[in-house]
């Protein structure tokens, strides 16, 4: 399925046929054609706006089992299609049926613009072990804030609270273990130890120093990259 386009793959869906200036959008696109493009698109989205409910989330269902499938689904994401028809759609689907998991699976995977935890912890909710993409990207959203929050560590500087990253890494716990392929779960399980142990270990520090916290943990033979790389390489 990958070896073309999710945009060829659209033309030449016969659903296009129901959705001519969407198809002409997707054509466009594919081209090059980018202004003539978001014209017709512009086109869609008002005679969209018109139709019913259900026509819409019709739509948006087609939309993305096709996304879903394809690296390239961000084509069709554009700003005016999500926020004209998409993410309207997905808020009052949710609404409406609060146990279908796939609005929020899509709205934390795709178009929830900087705020995906909880629609993706909602999906986990509602479809449990069965929303393995989901369930990866919960863990890898944690790790990447803990990432943040001790980047700079090795600089005696820590951006975020115990507190805070505590439930992260809880937050990973919480569902690492439904994740399916061993080689995943085994990373993010040791995402989750890792960062235990530094933050148990910047805790430990802070009660009794204030300074150069790599020394702290070199005298403690904490094997830390950055301590190996500054102490014990030297």
Known sequence: MQSTTILRVIIQDERSTHDPHFRQYCVQKEQGLRKEALKVLDSFIEEMKKNDFETQRVFVEWVFEWIEQFED?????????????????????????????????????????????????????????????????????????LWYSFHHIHEDLYLSTFEMDQERIQGIQDVVMLIQDERTRTYYQKQADYYTQLLSDWIKFQQTETNDFMKWCAEREKSYEWVETFYYRQ
Request: charged share 15%.
């Open 73 to 145: 689904g961000h084509q069709l994401l554009v700003y005016p299609l999500v926020n004209g028809i998409i993410q309207p759609v997905l808020q009052k689907w949710m609404n409406i049926d609060p146990l279908d998991v796939r609005p929020y699976r899509w709205q934390g995977l795709f178009v929830h613009q900087g705020e995906a935890l909880p629609y993706l912890l909602k999906a986990v909710e509602l479809g449990g072990g069965e929303e393995q993409r989901v369930i990866v990207q919960i863990c890898e959203t944690y790790v990447s804030a």
